[in-house]
Nanobody
Framework: QVQLVESGGGLVQAGGSLRLSCVAS????????MGWYGQAPGKQRELVAT???????NYADSVKGRFTISRDNAKNTVYLQMNSLKPEDTAVYYC???????????????WGQGTQVTVSS
């Protein structure tokens, strides 16, 4: 019923750019906030950026001015444009979506499988 599929990760040199995409396949749910979280080796998963269904955005301080989150509600897709990448941005990036069941009105968070971003110095 719910599937989040990320794409766009890879290996890039410092200063380079990547664009991540996440397509949400949902049936019987409406999508509220979507976002991206990063998990570096040996560290906890941390918020990178979120965007509400109305387009309000929130960013981690470490990525402000370099990353841009956007979404296409018609396509159930969220994007993360990553510019001026640094080695410390290296992490597995996970897509997150908060979905509301149309029948029960229950609000739950769902995660994608993650996509690796590696930034070399």
């Amino acid at each position: 019923q719910v599937q989040l599929v990320e794409s766009g990760g890879g290996l890039v040199q410092a200063g380079g750019s990547l664009r991540l995409s996440c397509v949400a396949s949902v049936s019987g749910f409406s999508i509220n906030t979507m976002g991206w979280y990063g998990q570096a080796p040996g560290k906890q998963r941390e918020l990178v950026a979120t965007i509400t269904s109305g387009g309000s955005t929130n960013y981690a301080d470490s990525v402000k001015g370099r990353f841009t989150i956007s979404r296409d509600n018609a396509k159930n897709t969220v994007y993360l444009q990553m510019n001026s990448l640094k080695p410390e941005d290296t992490a597995v990036y996970y897509c997150n979506a908060r979905l509301v069941s149309i029948t029960t009105r229950r609000n739950d968070a769902y995660w994608g499988q993650g996509t690796q971003v590696t930034v070399s110095s």
